[in-house]
């Protein structure tokens, strides 16, 4: 697919802030399924390049001085292609890493009990049905449903709560999945709305695990579905901290409101 990007995000202030910084992981990642044609992040602060630990392409905006607004816009074009949600295992980053527990995807006893049956189809059939399998159980175990969680939510409170976003999702899919000693890890990206017009689609989160024989396979629990060429994948991590495509720190400002406008269109 041939897709066009526009991301638009403003931060608003209830006070002047005098200093804040983002880090910012907008930017795709080159791989077998998605090639980059044009890409231009620009901010209202000093926008510095830098690559992540996990080798994400990224940014640095500062803003000195006092400011009572951030606004971050993305626009882009990129061609993606449909690898069946397969990509081989040659980006440098050791699957081991992607056993590391966190905050967001420590398992608890409920996690240990729900990843049970999902061991049992590990055991019997491998890993890639395994995967499979545990994609169906986050999708009945978490209702997809928005304002029920937070940027804070754990993998084990989405799972008690019953309910959230695809960033709980891929959370409890990757703690279930660390559980059962198959590393998993975190993607952030965008997914094409066949409308065109749906920010909360259009910005996405899911899930990637290693299959032995096959290379890092995508799950994406909100959908059920592994990521097609509708998929846009920005960044990747352990969980939403080291993934999340904006975060930052500010001194002053008061209450904060975001506004965030999204638009991925397909061209003929």
């Not at 044009?38 to 901010?43: G, K």
């Not at 449903?145 to 993998?155: C, E, P, R, Y």
């Not at 901290?241 to 269109?265: F, H, K, N, Y």
Request: hydrophobic share 40%; net charge negative.
């Amino acid at each position: 697919m041939h897709l066009t990007v526009n991301h638009v995000t403003h931060f608003k202030f209830g006070e002047p802030a005098t200093h804040s910084i983002q880090y910012i992981r907008m930017t795709p990642r080159a791989d077998l399924c998605q090639r980059v044609r044009s890409w231009d992040i620009t901010a209202s602060g000093r926008l510095t390049p830098w690559s992540d630990g996990f080798d994400n392409q990224a940014h640095v905006a500062t803003y000195d001085g006092e400011h009572d607004e951030v606004r971050v816009t993305v626009t882009g074009e990129i061609t993606t292609s449909d690898t069946n949600g397969i990509l081989p295992m040659d980006d440098g980053l050791p699957p081991y890493i992607f056993l590391t527990p966190t905050d967001y995807t420590d398992s608890d006893a409920e996690i240990e009990k729900f990843a049970k049956p999902i061991g049992k189809v590990l055991a019997a059939e491998g890993a890639l049905a395994a995967g499979h399998a545990l994609m169906a159980a986050v999708a009945e175990a978490v209702e997809y449903k928005s304002g029920q969680t937070n940027v804070t939510t754990t993998a084990a409170e989405a799972l008690a709560a019953g309910k959230g976003v695809c960033q709980d999702q891929t959370h409890l899919f990757i703690a279930a999945a660390r559980h059962l000693e198959l590393p998993a890890r975190y993607v952030s990206g965008y997914l094409a709305d066949s409308t065109g017009n749906d920010s909360h689609l259009a910005s996405h989160a899911w899930a990637e695990m290693l299959v032995d024989g096959l290379g890092w396979v995508s799950f994406d629990p909100a959908n059920d579905q592994c990521a097609t060429d509708a998929y846009i994948r920005l960044a990747l991590g352990l969980d939403y901290g080291t993934a999340s495509p904006i975060r930052g720190l500010r001194s002053g400002g008061g209450v904060e409101e975001m506004d965030v406008s999204v638009r991925i269109e397909e061209q003929q």
